[in-house]
């Protein structure tokens, strides 16, 4: 969704809080998932507000970040978990809500499909699943096993095709697109990919905005571990 779109496709929020570096950064990460941050809080439909800040009157939804608990209304706690605000998010704005962050990704990747082995490309990827682009159609409902570096770490996830997309004309369909469930053997894979799933879309506002990941900001984030490296 570009912002040039319909007023009314236009997810917009707003983020109010005592640090700037972190609003500019949690802001970077909203854009990413395609929330666009407002200053004018009459035309949210959530505003994200740090606890104890005071807000003029208004009509919208605010979620608290808060360093506690609180007994009643909409909060996330600090560290704030990236899943757990996606969550409320999807929550917010859309009725039938996604459960799982996914972001864009750039990344070759290899397919064995029965004996033989593909390359390809991933393009999008969630810790359930990804989308892919190929040099030939594979069928729904094949297995194959897709293997990609995370981290400086290779890793191979048993899948299933659930739709194939042929190729088309535009730049953006020379090849197939295929979407896979990953089917893992251990269930820990599913954590280990929303960790690095939630990883790269801290550091990648990080890089847009121009923020160190020494930065104090970062300390409103749980920053996931993944290989040892937070």
Not at 177 to 182: D, M
Request: proline share 6%.
């Amino acid at each position: 969704m570009l912002l040039g779109g319909k007023q009314s496709e236009i997810k917009q929020v707003a983020v109010i809080t005592r640090s700037q570096q972190f609003s500019k950064l949690l802001t970077s990460i909203l854009a990413d998932w395609k929330f666009f941050a407002v200053e004018d809080l009459s035309t949210a439909t959530v505003a994200f507000v740090e606890r104890g800040v005071e807000l003029p009157d208004h009509d919208v939804q605010v979620v608290w970040l808060t360093s506690m608990p609180l007994e009643k209304g909409d909060f996330l706690t600090t560290p704030i978990s990236l899943s757990e605000l996606y969550l409320l998010l999807q929550a917010h704005f859309f009725p039938t809500p996604r459960r799982n962050i996914r972001v864009a990704m750039d990344m070759p990747v290899e397919l064995k499909i029965e004996s033989e082995w593909l390359q390809g490309q991933l393009v999008s990827l969630s810790d359930r699943g990804g989308r892919l682009t190929c040099a030939r159609e594979i069928p729904r409902g094949a297995e194959l096993t897709l293997e990609l570096k995370l981290e400086g770490e290779t890793l191979r996830i048993p899948s299933e095709v659930l739709y194939c997309i042929p190729a088309g004309d535009s730049s953006s369909r020379l090849q197939p697109q295929i979407g896979v469930l990953f089917k893992p053997t251990k269930i820990e894979m599913f954590e280990r990919l929303k960790r690095f799933i939630e990883k790269n879309c801290i550091e990648c506002a990080c890089a847009r905005e121009g923020i160190s990941l020494n930065d104090t900001c970062l300390s409103w984030l749980a920053m996931p571990v993944v290989n040892g490296t937070p």
